[in-house]
């Protein structure tokens, strides 16, 4: 598809939820992309043994995720490995920036799974205020500034390589195994980090008794809070807000699965992507006949 092509429905996810909503909207004859991450549903390949989806008794969740990416693949669906940064309304359709591309859709299914929630003291609070998700988005604003980030997968160390040539330090703290590829004038932390504190702004990160004076604190590589990917999008306790069309608070925005909410599980998550692709769906085809000229 060219730059410029407008998908009917872009999914954002490519676990359960997303591929189940991905296949429905297929079947319906619209178009359709699905943007993921490295691993599509890191959940579901976890589980050893899945005991209750209805027909595959005692199946690997890796087994089970394979047969899902392979049955919407074969559909001829393209699956990004593209994280999404933000979503945008804009004229009849969104805006979907990437870290990689812009793709535009008439309409999205979000299916991020379980919402990450903010785990460090004054995270929340210092959220837009000096501290960030995404480096390649902000970083700019850091350029021969201090900051750190705080690494829970190989995904940072390509944002650190970036904010390195433009910061006058970097600490990087990996909260993963396996580092691999950082600049040498990147500054490894080992150590947990415990607290963002500051004044309007961030100021210090603490590691328990250790402080690191910095202007950022970066939290890269996991998942993105739903909100964050759309400011304003209504939430419920924590999760997104759906009526049963799995309509959120933003019209010809669905969702679907455990972003929706508990019972966090495969067979709910198949059921709600359906039912979000579907409607996601309809309402292209209903604001289609309604631009036709009588
Ligand atoms: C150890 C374990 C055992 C389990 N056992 C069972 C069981 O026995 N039975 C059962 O029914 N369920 C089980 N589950 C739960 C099940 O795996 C989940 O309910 C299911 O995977 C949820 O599907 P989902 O599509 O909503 O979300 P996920 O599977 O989490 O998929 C969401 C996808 O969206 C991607 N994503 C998130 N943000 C972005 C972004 N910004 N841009 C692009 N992609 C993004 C994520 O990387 C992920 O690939 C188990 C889970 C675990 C961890």
Redesign the pocket.
């Given at each position: 598809m060219s730059e410029r092509t407008v998908y009917d429905v872009a999914v954002?996810?490519?676990?359960?939820?997303?591929l189940s909503a991905a296949i429905n909207v297929k079947v319906r004859n619209r178009t359709v992309v699905v943007?993921?991450?490295e691993?599509?549903?890191?959940?579901?390949n976890?589980?050893?043994?899945?005991?209750?989806?209805l027909g595959f008794p005692g199946v690997a969740?890796a087994e089970l995720r394979d047969n899902f990416v392979e049955h919407t693949t074969s559909m001829g669906i393209e699956i990004k490995r593209?994280?999404?940064?933000a979503i945008l309304p804009e004229d009849d359709g969104f805006m979907i920036t990437?870290r990689e591309e812009v793709i535009r859709a008439q309409t999205v299914v979000m299916?991020?799974?379980?919402p990450y929630r903010p785990r460090l003291r004054g995270e929340a609070e210092f959220l837009g205020r000096g501290l960030s998700y995404c480096a390649t988005c902000d970083g700019p604003l850091y350029r021969d500034k201090d900051i750190a980030i705080i690494a829970h997968s190989t995904e940072a160390e390509v944002e650190a390589n970036y904010m390195a040539e433009i910061c006058r330090q970097v600490f990087y703290l990996p909260l993963y195994d396996g580092m691999a590829n950082l600049e040498p004038e990147i500054k490894v932390i080992e150590g947990k980090p415990t607290r963002v504190i500051g004044d309007n702004t961030v100021t210090e990160l603490h590691l328990g008794e250790e402080r690191l004076k910095v202007d950022g604190v970066f939290i890269v590589g996991a998942?993105?809070p739903p909100e964050s990917?759309f400011p304003g999008l209504k939430m419920d306790n924590n999760h997104i807000a759906v009526d049963r069309n799995m309509q959120t608070s933003i019209p010809g925005l669905y969702a679907?699965?455990?972003?929706t909410g508990p019972p966090?599980?495969?067979?709910?998550?198949v059921g709600e992507?359906q039912i979000a692709g579907l409607n996601a769906a309809k309402l292209v085809v209903a604001k289609r006949s309604k631009r036709k000229p009588k």
């Open positions: 954002i996810g490519c676990g359960p939820a997303g943007l993921g991450t691993v599509c549903s890191p959940p579901l976890k589980a050893p043994r899945i005991e209750n989806y969740g593209d994280k999404v940064d990437t299916a991020t799974g379980i998942e993105t990917l679907g699965g455990d972003c966090y599980q495969v067979a709910k998550s992507g």
